[in-house]
């Protein structure tokens, strides 16, 4: 069969490396995922049944991938920033630099989409990055939560905990980048 | 005041159903707790603008020439 894999790399690459990037946050190990993706695609076109578009084929390879990686994370390298007092009578009370102060929607009416869209990169950027691909597959991408900890290798307490801890980051995070 | 209780529960409560008791532990917390009645609100609009980072798919750009070293190294592979 004669393949055009110059082809491929001009129609897909931009938008498989952009997919890659914001999942695996590291650009050089997104680039290296593009490369290992059509690789994978050229040594298995004879599996290619025309079942699905070539985009969508090699998309599902790409995920693969960035699977494979997520679940040789490790989970607990990093220890995680606290927000709330750890003595006395107030424990679990939140500090005072970092309570909410419910502003945040307030963002929305005077950002760009764009803005704010930087902005939510910048900040899951600042996250550990086994945090990192756990939020946005949950999260942006909107996966089952099933799905998400077989993605990851962890338990459903796991990913609630990374969330709430996720969550708790980017919140100070949004309201410190955008009120400060 | 367990802020990190409260809103460790406020998270949970968006990805799975909460038991009756943690959402009453929430909502009695949230009558009293500024900083939790202000934290749900926040956290729910951080919920809507995370959809956004999918929205513009090709920011970034691969450079020329890394896009001739992989349509290289894809055409020797093809030969070989």
């Known amino acids: ?180 | 005041m367990n802020c990190e209780k409260i809103t460790y529960y406020i998270e949970k409560g968006f990805l799975t159903d909460l038991k009756i008791s943690e959402k009453l532990q929430v909502k009695l917390h949230k009558l009293y707790c500024q900083c939790c009645k202000n934290y749900a609100p926040d956290s729910d609009f951080i919920n809507q603008i995370l959809v956004l980072i999918c929205e513009e798919d090709t920011s970034e750009s691969l450079t020329d020439a890394e896009k001739q070293k992989l349509k290289d190294a894809l055409q020797k592979l093809g030969d070989s």
């Open chain 1, 1 to 180: 069969m004669n393949i055009d894999t110059s082809q491929w790399v001009d129609e897909y690459a931009d938008m498989l490396y952009n997919f890659a990037v914001v999942r695996v946050s590291d650009s050089d190990l997104a680039k290296d995922l593009v490369q290992d993706t059509f690789v994978s695609a050229l040594k298995g076109i004879d599996k290619f049944q025309g079942k699905s578009t070539v985009k969508t084929w090699i998309f599902s390879i790409l995920k693969r991938k960035i699977i494979d990686h997520w679940r040789k994370q490790e989970s607990r390298k990093t220890k995680p920033m606290s927000f709330f007092t750890t003595e006395g009578m107030m424990k679990g009370k939140f500090l005072e630099t970092y309570s909410p102060k419910g502003r945040l929607s307030e963002v929305e009416e005077k950002m760009e989409n764009s803005e704010l869209r930087e902005l939510i990169t910048e900040c899951i950027g600042a996250l550990p990055p086994k945090w990192q691909g756990i939020v946005v597959d949950k999260m942006v991408d909107e996966k089952e939560s099933e799905e998400v900890c077989n993605n990851h290798d962890i338990t459903p307490s796991n990913l609630w905990v990374i969330v709430h801890r996720a969550k708790l980051q980017l919140r100070d995070c949004l309201e410190k980048k955008w009120f400060v």
